[in-house]
């Protein structure tokens, strides 16, 4: 077989664009191009600042591991959440954020409709199976007009996409490797959250999932 037919064997890459409500969209697919530098900057960070579980301002050991990659990273501890420049880990900057990182989250920002966004922070969440992110608002950040970006890598999860109540009824959107969901505008304050992860295996991330939050927090 030449080079040719094993391109045309195989299947194409699943790109396209699902709107989750005015203001919110999953692009699927749209990180798989970037894989091979994605996860290499993604080594060098957690090589940097390796995953840790926070304690939750009520005294909670969040079961997602986490950690950050830009000018600003999100933690939280017995004091509350906040971005802090400094890895209270190391007493160190956080790791640069990877050029690729911030490409990406500009391009799948404008195909979103949010033109120019720069992120300056990247949180890494880091799921095994059994662990789930509850219900919550992103609102940690100075100036709530820039759109959040997260990337879903590794194994699949359901992503919960409520409203703006906490309340409202959520979305249940199953979210794969290489999936990017965009919201921002009117569906900046959207609640949202993780369901337990069930066990899987990533062929290329093993038996976890990893998601990048990219924000403008400062
Ligand atoms: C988050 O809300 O910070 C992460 C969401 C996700 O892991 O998909
Ligand atoms: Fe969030």
Same mark, same amino acid.
């Given at each position: 077989?030449?080079?040719?037919?094993? @391109?045309?064997?195989?299947?194409?890459?699943?790109?396209?664009?699902?709107p989750l409500c005015a203001g919110a969209v999953?692009?699927?697919?749209?990180?798989?191009?970037?894989?091979?530098?994605?996860?290499?900057?993604?080594?060098?960070?957690?090589?940097?600042?390796? @995953?840790?579980?926070?304690?939750?301002?009520?005294? @909670?050991?969040?079961?997602?591991?986490?950690?950050?990659?830009?000018?600003?990273?999100?933690?939280?501890?017995?004091?509350?959440?906040?971005?802090?420049?400094?890895?209270?880990?190391?007493?160190?900057?956080?790791?640069?954020?990877?050029?690729?990182?911030?490409?990406?989250a500009?391009?799948a920002a404008?195909?979103a409709g949010f033109?120019?966004f720069?992120p300056?922070a990247?949180?890494?969440?880091?799921?095994?199976?059994?662990?789930?992110?509850?219900?919550h608002q992103d609102r940690d950040e100075r100036d709530l007009g820039h759109p959040i970006v997260s990337?879903?890598?590794?194994?699949?999860?359901?992503?919960?996409f409520g409203g703006l109540q906490?309340?409202d009824?959520?979305?249940?959107?199953?979210?794969?490797?290489?999936?990017?969901v965009v919201w921002g505008g009117p569906a900046r304050l959207r609640h949202h959250?993780?369901?337990?992860?069930?066990?899987?295996?990533?062929?290329?991330?093993?038996?976890?999932?990893?998601?990048?939050t990219l924000r403008r927090a400062?």
């Open positions: 077989m030449s080079t040719a037919d094993l @391109f045309a064997a195989a299947p194409a890459p699943v790109r396209r664009d699902e999953v692009l699927r697919g749209f990180a798989l191009a970037d894989e091979a530098p994605l996860l290499q900057a993604l080594d060098a960070i957690v090589a940097q600042a390796p @995953f840790r579980h926070l304690i939750t301002p009520g005294g @909670f050991r969040m079961s997602v591991g986490m950690t950050n990659a830009g000018p600003l990273g999100w933690v939280s501890d017995r004091r509350g959440y906040r971005y802090d420049p400094i890895d209270p880990y190391s007493d160190q900057p956080w790791p640069p954020m990877p050029p690729v990182f911030r490409q990406l500009g391009a404008a195909h033109a120019g720069v300056d990247c949180l890494v969440n880091r799921y095994e199976a059994g662990t789930r992110l509850s219900l990337v879903s890598l590794g194994i699949p999860a359901v992503f919960l906490r309340s009824r959520q979305l249940r959107v199953p979210l794969a490797h290489g999936d990017v959250g993780v369901l337990p992860l069930k066990p899987n295996h990533h062929g290329v991330l093993g038996d976890c999932r990893i998601n990048l400062g």
